[in-house]
């Protein structure tokens, strides 16, 4: 139905008892998608980033080859990925028929609000002064501040009573905390929060941080929130090429993986408590990650130490650029550069979330979710 031929009916008689809001729904096809399809946001840093920072003036960008070079386009679109990202993959799961823009994307208008909208942005963390080596990326507080400012684009497109029931009903997820450590606290020796904090001290601050954000994060409608701890931190290619303790792992940033992640998911236990629902979702990606790094082979890769793509010891060092070692086979590896999971990689941890028991995701998976919300 053509927008003019609408305006031609609201200003008849005929439909003068039709919502002016009704009848820029049925302009934009967006009625459907408001009652059947759940909306999807993501924030967080760039394991989930899907192209917000190809707009900021960032060195922490993944918009040129061989990024993408399994994506459907074959195109480098800002993930960090040789293909789909984790938020592509749940979107599938949940039934999306796109993926959500990034918020930034000058293609981000009309009936894609509907969908949702992806805040994140490559190299931000939980505190602000993390990631300051990439100057001009969207810190967390700022995140927030565009989800405030998309549910107002939403409200004037399809009203404020509609704008607040599509974001209650909306799965949220939230990927950030890994870089408060690599890319702040152990990012040189001697740093300034290394200085003002020992370990244990600096984890209960990032937590008790984090707790902050994920209440605002209510505040601002979200009622389903999936929130993945961080994954083996010191078992990532440039950690090994790094950081590696004998040959192995970092020892610090598995430590502070250790210590991070369980007082991650008891903070999430005790607000869901405070609210009385179960808002907060826990995903254990350190468990996820840490079943192909400690046994690759079992699910098909050859390794779990050596990137696809990088160069230097384990491929780990620098950028992945197209001067980079590029593996022929990205199937093979759990790591696409030096820090994020192959496309495989992301299917299986994707899948533990899904489907994933209680020791993976707690209190439930995403598919209980699922069947949970459908009745209500």
């Given at each position: 139905?053509?927008?003019?031929?609408?305006?031609?009916?609201?200003?008849?008689?005929?439909?003068?008892?039709?919502?002016?809001?009704?009848?820029?729904?049925?302009?934009?096809?967006?009625?459907?998608?408001?009652?059947?399809?759940?909306?999807?946001?993501?924030?967080?840093?760039?394991?989930?980033?899907?192209?917000?920072?190809?707009?900021?003036?960032?060195?922490?960008?993944?918009?040129?080859?061989?990024?993408?070079?399994?994506?459907?386009?074959?195109?480098?679109?800002?993930?960090?990925?040789?293909?789909?990202?984790?938020?592509?993959?749940?979107?599938?799961?949940?039934?999306?028929?796109?993926?959500?823009?990034?918020?930034?994307?000058?293609?981000?208008?009309?009936?894609?609000?509907?969908i949702g909208a992806n805040f994140a942005s490559a190299g931000v963390g939980v505190l602000n002064d993390t990631g300051v080596q990439f100057a001009n990326i969207l810190r967390m507080y700022r995140q927030l501040e565009l989800f405030q400012e998309y549910?107002?684009?939403?409200?004037?497109?399809?009203?404020?009573?509609?704008?607040?029931?599509?974001?209650?009903?909306?799965?949220?997820?939230?990927?950030?905390?890994?870089?408060?450590?690599?890319?702040?606290?152990?990012?040189?020796?001697?740093?300034?929060?290394?200085?003002?904090?020992?370990?244990?001290?600096?984890?209960?601050?990032?937590?008790?941080?984090?707790?902050?954000?994920?209440?605002?994060?209510?505040?601002?409608?979200?009622?389903?929130?999936?929130?993945?701890?961080?994954?083996?931190?010191?078992?990532?290619?440039?950690?090994?090429?790094?950081?590696?303790?004998?040959?192995?792992?970092?020892?610090?940033?598995?430590?502070?993986?250790?210590?991070?992640?369980?007082?991650?998911?008891?903070?999430?236990?005790?607000?869901?408590?405070?609210?009385?629902?179960?808002?907060?979702?826990?995903?254990?990606?350190?468990?996820?990650?840490?079943?192909?790094?400690?046994?690759?082979?079992?699910?098909?890769?050859?390794?779990?130490?050596i990137a696809c793509c990088g160069q230097g010891p384990y491929n780990g060092l620098g950028l992945c650029t197209q001067l980079s070692n590029l593996c022929p086979n990205r199937a093979l590896y759990a790591f696409w550069d030096p820090f994020h999971p192959s496309e495989k990689a992301?299917?299986?941890?994707?899948?533990?979330?899904?489907?994933?028991?209680?020791?993976?995701?707690?209190?439930?998976?995403?598919?209980?979710?699922?069947?949970?919300?459908?009745?209500?």
């Open positions: 139905m053509h927008i003019q031929t609408l305006l031609l009916m609201a200003s008849s008689s005929k439909f003068s008892d039709v919502p002016m809001v009704l009848l820029f729904l049925l302009a934009f096809g967006s009625i459907a998608p408001l009652a059947d399809a759940r909306a999807f946001f993501i924030f967080g840093d760039s394991l989930v980033d899907s192209g917000n920072n190809n707009y900021l003036a960032t060195t922490a960008r993944a918009d040129s080859p061989p990024y993408g070079v399994d994506y459907p386009s074959r195109r480098a679109t800002g993930r960090f990925s040789n293909g789909l990202n984790i938020p592509d993959l749940i979107g599938q799961k949940i039934g999306l028929s796109e993926s959500p823009l990034p918020y930034l994307s000058p293609d981000f208008n009309g009936k894609k609000l509907l549910q107002r684009r939403l409200s004037a497109q399809v009203g404020s009573k509609q704008a607040r029931k599509l974001v209650n009903q909306a799965l949220v997820l939230i990927t950030v905390g890994g870089n408060d450590f690599v890319n702040n606290y152990y990012l040189v020796p001697y740093s300034a929060r290394s200085r003002q904090y020992r370990l244990p001290d600096y984890v209960k601050f990032v937590i008790s941080e984090y707790q902050r954000l994920l209440m605002s994060l209510y505040k601002l409608g979200a009622r389903r929130v999936l929130v993945t701890g961080t994954g083996p931190m010191g078992c990532v290619p440039a950690e090994l090429a790094m950081r590696g303790t004998n040959g192995g792992c970092s020892e610090d940033l598995q430590r502070a993986a250790s210590l991070y992640n369980p007082q991650l998911v008891q903070m999430l236990n005790g607000l869901n408590k405070q609210i009385g629902k179960d808002v907060f979702i826990s995903a254990n990606t350190q468990r996820m990650h840490g079943d192909f790094v400690s046994d690759p082979r079992a699910f098909g890769f050859v390794t779990s130490q992301n299917r299986l941890i994707v899948e533990q979330i899904m489907t994933g028991s209680n020791e993976y995701m707690h209190p439930m998976n995403l598919s209980t979710i699922m069947a949970m919300d459908s009745r209500t």
